[in-house]
């Protein structure tokens, strides 16, 4: 049973739930498909505002409550659908630590494994906390990563906060995601926060109405990896391993 920590955006971890349905759901029998919990919890404080500012303890207090009751309802592995709050990660009890599948070390196995460049979409907060750069895994990838620069790295935050709330246009964030693929020479951009999941099944699903190739994805969306692969995440004991993207 997946354990999702939502509602960091709402619209985010809602469409992560279909996405994991959408892949998961085999057959005419509902009853085969997996089980869910998702805790979706818009009160948790602004990460990005509160982490940039160094006020930890009501936020670290506030994950680990959320958590603990997804815990508490015996899940095998947690989601926590939001990749900055993954900076506190190592605050967190021993416990619920073996039990999160990091969207970050999801994100940095993919990149090693394709041995290509990539541009990283993300908040301002996981940009300046080096949430990526603190994984033990950084060292693997970090030569095929690319970020921003500074004024396209504005417009990113910008544009996924408006995500959150549900005022961006999809459109309009397709044209500025290829002007970004086209400055920065990459085929492929990192999914580096939660809600860029939303754009990404947005165009998934345009293509699909189209006729188009779906299989031709410019996006590394964690999200999406756990929900493809969701059998091979929840019956193993240790995200970094190579059967799952074998």
């Not at 959320?66 to 009890?93: A, E, G, N, R």
């Not at 994984?135 to 396209?152: N, Q």
């Not at 020479?185 to 860029?196: D, K, L």
Request: aromatic share 10%; hydrophobic share 40%.
């Amino acid at each position: 049973m997946l354990g999702i920590l939502g509602g960091m955006g709402p619209l985010a971890s809602a469409e992560f739930v279909k996405t994991i349905y959408d892949y998961n759901v085999f057959g005419n029998k509902e009853q085969d498909a997996p089980r869910v919990i998702l805790n979706s919890n818009p009160t948790i404080p602004d990460r990005t505002s509160f982490l940039l500012k160094g006020d930890y303890d009501l936020l670290l207090l506030n994950l680990i409550e959320s958590t603990q009751k997804l815990d508490d309802l015996q899940v095998s592995k947690i989601i926590i659908c939001c990749v900055t709050s993954h900076y506190l990660l190592p605050y967190f009890p021993q416990k619920l630590k073996d039990k999160i599948i990091s969207l970050v070390d999801v994100c940095l196995l993919e990149v090693w494994h394709s041995q290509s460049s990539h541009l990283l979409l993300c908040t301002n907060g996981t940009r300046q906390l080096n949430v990526f750069q603190t994984s033990e895994l950084w060292p693997m990838a970090e030569d095929y990563i690319i970020f921003p620069d500074d004024k396209d790295q504005i417009a990113i935050h910008n544009m996924i906060y408006q995500m959150k709330v549900n005022k961006q246009s999809f459109d309009s964030a397709i044209i500025f995601l290829k002007y970004l693929i086209n400055k920065y020479h990459v085929s492929s951009v990192i999914s580096g926060c939660t809600e860029i999941h939303l754009l990404n099944r947005y165009i998934h699903n345009q293509n699909y109405q189209n006729q188009e190739d779906i299989t031709n994805d410019i996006f590394l969306d964690p999200l999406m990896i756990v929900a493809s692969r969701l059998e091979k995440f929840l019956c193993n004991n240790d995200i970094i391993f190579s059967k799952v993207y074998s």
